[in-house]
T-cell receptor, first 114, second 111 residues
Framework: DAGVTQSPTHLIKTRGQQVTLRCSPK?????VSWYQQALGQGPQFIFQ???????QRGNFPDRFSGHQFPNYSSELNVNALLLGDSALYLC?????????????FGNGTRLTVT | QKEVEQDPGPLSVPEGAIVSLNCTYS??????FMWYRQYSRKGPELLMY????GNKEDGRFTAQVDKSSKYISLFIRDSQPSDSATYLC???????????FGKGTKLSVIP
């Protein structure tokens, strides 16, 4: 049973560039959430996608956008990268119809902005 | 004041010890409480999920929630070197899909 898979595992970008991160949810899950985890901090909620729409958004600027595809996979896009965007980006999947469905996390994409 | 406070440690204990990890929170809207374990270079792994005040036990792990004090705890009995990881508390309110995490406590269990 495949868990949550994320690609790429590592990425180095330059300030001002744009980046796209990808996530495939755990088998049977239809909801994808994205979190940003800075070094030494807990994950911070970016947004959640369900039925191909953004269902809830955290306190992140519009430079952060996303998409969910009909097969439930998802992309996170970040435009105009800043040094402060360097972090581990975590994708988590769950079952959308169950409000209390626990989140299952992938191992993340490590983004470094230079 | 942060919504969720968690002592980042590091916490170092001998093998076999009982470990106590704690979080306090300020948002009374939080209704659901979780503990995640995160190994180095890995994503968080769900350990415990609780709703009501009281205790929940799963093997060597016990989660405790005291909503009146806005305080949650995770106890690990008979700690093992394989328990060495960062432990994150997380919580969410009814009607919200957002988890709010603590900073995490780094635990080392010394053989």
């Amino acid at each position: 049973d495949a868990g949550v898979t994320q690609s790429p595992t590592h990425l180095i970008k330059t300030r001002g560039q744009q980046v796209t991160l990808r996530c495939s949810p755990k088998s049977g899950h239809d909801t994808v959430s994205w979190y940003q985890q800075a070094l030494g901090q807990g994950p911070q909620f970016i947004f959640q996608y369900y039925e191909e729409e953004e269902r809830q958004r955290g306190n992140f600027p519009d430079r952060f956008s996303g998409h969910q595809f009909p097969n439930y996979s998802s992309e996170l896009n970040v435009n105009a990268l800043l040094l402060g965007d360097s972090a581990l980006y975590l994708c988590a999947s769950s079952f959308g119809r169950s409000y209390n469905s626990p989140l299952h996390f992938g191992n993340g994409t490590r983004l470094t902005v230079t | 004041q942060k919504e969720v406070e968690q002592d980042p440690g590091p916490l170092s204990v001998p093998e076999g010890a009982i470990v106590s990890l704690n979080c306090t929170y300020s948002n009374s809207a939080f209704q659901y409480f979780m503990w995640y374990r995160q190994y180095s270079r890995k994503g968080p792994e769900l350990l415990m999920y609780t709703y009501s005040s009281g205790n929940k036990e799963d093997g060597r792990f016990t989660a405790q929630v005291d909503k009146s004090s806005k305080y949650i705890s995770l106890f690990i009995r008979d700690s093992q070197p394989s328990d060495s990881a960062t432990y994150l508390c997380a919580m969410k309110g009814a009607g919200s899909y957002q988890l709010t995490f603590g900073k995490g406590t780094k635990l080392s269990v010394i053989p």
